[in-house]
């Protein structure tokens, strides 16, 4: 079964500090994966996009990473500001051979930055 | 201002009521989606449309119902039929090529039942 797991549920840290969340799927044929950030009752917005042959890819503080191999990925937040409390989404696109395929959501992180 | 509008923000249904949430998008995106998010689930898919006058069920389409008359307005109606309404129901949209590319998401209308 395509399943997307997130990890932690929730995180609390300190303004300033770096975090990294974590995200493990099963989703074969695979596709691509992206990560959002959904802040309390929006929508959510597009952080990164990652395909198969895309190791690293860097979004302002916003860093991630993929292995395709052990079929994880991870988000580093460098620097962290108030403003980075919000959601963080882990989708995986399975390859449909060129037409759509299915996403599939993780459930998210929930992170709390503190003064 | 190009974008994905939802309205209304907040939306309130009494039991035994259907009741419809407008998805605009100004985008000329072809495909546009509806999905829930429950508190603690990751979003699931309700209906989606890959072209005007054509939509799909997703994966939790039962009670709700969806048109596409327009490339641009994409309604999903909540009907009586549906059990457990009170969601949170984002609705998005794609542009071609969107094996790379990334979904835009509106802003989001919050339905409670009464």
């Known amino acids: 079964k395509n399943q997307v797991e997130q990890s932690p549920q929730s995180l609390i840290i300190l303004e300033g500090k770096n975090c990294t969340l974590q995200?493990?799927?099963?989703?074969?044929?695979?596709?691509?994966l992206r990560w959002y950030k959904q802040d309390t009752g929006r929508g959510p917005v597009s952080l990164t996009i990652m395909t198969f042959s895309e190791n690293t890819k860097s979004n302002g503080r916003y860093t991630a990473t993929l292995d395709a191999d052990t079929k994880q990925s991870s988000l580093h937040i460098t620097a962290s500001q108030l403003s980075d409390s919000a959601s963080y989404i882990c989708v995986v696109s399975e390859d449909y051979g060129g037409s759509q395929g299915n996403l599939i959501f993780g459930k998210g992180t929930k992170l709390s930055v503190k003064p | 201002d190009g974008g994905i509008t939802q309205s209304p923000k907040y939306l309130f249904r009494k039991e035994g009521q259907n009741v419809t949430l407008s998805c605009e998008q100004n985008?000329?995106?072809?495909?546009m989606y509806w999905y829930r998010q429950d508190p603690g689930q990751g979003l699931r898919l309700i209906y989606y449309s890959q072209i005007v006058n054509d939509f799909q069920k997703g994966d939790i389409a039962e009670g709700y119902s969806v048109s596409r008359e327009k490339k641009e307005s994409f309604p999903l109606t909540v009907t009586s039929a549906q059990k457990n309404p009170t969601a949170f129901y984002l609705c998005?949209?794609?542009?071609?090529?969107?094996?790379?590319?990334?979904?835009?998401f509106g802003p989001g209308t919050r339905l409670t039942v009464l």
């Open positions: 998005a949209s794609t542009p071609p090529g969107w094996d790379t590319d990334t979904q835009y």
């Open positions: 995200c493990n799927y099963t989703v074969s044929p695979f596709s691509n």
């Open positions: 985008l000329n995106h072809d495909a």
